[in-house]
Nanobody, 125 residues
Framework: QVRPVESGGGLVQAGGSLRLSCAASVRTFRTYVMGWFRQGPGKEREFVAGMSYSGDKIDYVDSVKGRFTISRDNDKNTVYLQMNSLKPEDTAVYYC??????????????????WGQGTQVTVSS
């Protein structure tokens, strides 16, 4: 059983930065695709960023390109989401997702097998 745990959310002013972390205590972490999703108030859960198991493939939703950076440390079983130039519309609960069945990054939530509990990010204007 994979139990990812997010941390690093909080309240920040527009233009500020936060770094989210997601730790998954599993020996095979380095073989999994990792993704970040978010769900804002009254919105559906949306894909934010994803990274292949080796880190050589990365995907971002257009709205965060140039502002967010996904990275992973396989030795620490951790994936990160560095968020810069935050905007009020980035306000959401952010979820870490682990994909064990498919080798490629997929933007659909149904392709991910394990989810964290979420961490709240609030950006004030």
């Amino acid at each position: 059983q994979v139990r990812p745990v997010e941390s690093g959310g909080g309240l920040v002013q527009a233009g500020g930065s936060l770094r989210l972390s997601c730790a998954a205590s599993v020996r095979t972490f380095r073989t999994y695709v990792m993704g970040w999703f978010r769900q804002g108030p009254g919105k559906e859960r949306e894909f934010v960023a994803g990274m292949s198991y080796s880190g050589d493939k990365i995907d971002y939703v257009d709205s965060v390109k140039g502002r967010f950076t996904i990275s992973r440390d396989n030795d620490k079983n951790t994936v990160y989401l560095q968020m810069n130039s935050l905007k009020p519309e980035d306000t959401a609960v952010y979820y870490c997702a682990v994909g064990v069945r498919y080798p490629n990054i997929v933007r659909l939530a149904g392709y991910y097998d394990y989810w964290g509990q979420g961490t709240q990010v609030t950006v004030s204007s």
